[in-house]
């Protein structure tokens, strides 16, 4: 199971930092990752860290604002959201892999096989 947590209402230029624990059976959770879906539009990829390596990748319209960071010992992610604009406004869900997924899939949703319930994140302007 992945648990995400930190969502909620914050102004524009504001920050949040968003958790995803991992529980349940021992998968290999290689790459964890943070997607986003806002109302009316496709999943989009946000950014993901890689285990072996310590490999990150981010979406093009949350570089150099959002940071992903990994705890290895508790199974978590993490997403620090800096500077944040309406157009972040998503339910933002977390995903794991089972295996081991090559760079240039990391931005793929079939590339994760156990998501998250999702929380939400609103950004008022």
């Known amino acids: 199971q992945l648990q995400a947590f930190g969502g909620g209402l914050v102004q524009t230029g504001g920050s949040l930092r968003l958790s995803c624990a991992a529980s349940g059976p021992t998968f290999n959770r290689n790459t964890m990752a943070w997607f986003r879906q806002a109302p009316g ?6 950014a993901a860290f890689r285990k072996g390596g310590g490999n990150t990748a981010y979406g ?11 705890d290895n010992t508790k199974d978590t992610v993490y997403l620090q959201m800096n500077s944040l604009v309406p157009d972040d406004t998503a339910v933002y869900y977390c995903a794991t892999s089972s295996g081991w997924v090559i760079l240039s899939a990391l931005r793929e949703s079939n590339s994760y096989a156990f998501w998250g319930q999702g929380t939400l994140v609103t950004v008022s302007s």
């Open 41 to 46: 539009k496709e999943r989009e990829f946000v």
């Open 60 to 70: 093009d319209s949350v570089r150099g604002r959002f940071t992903i960071s990994r």
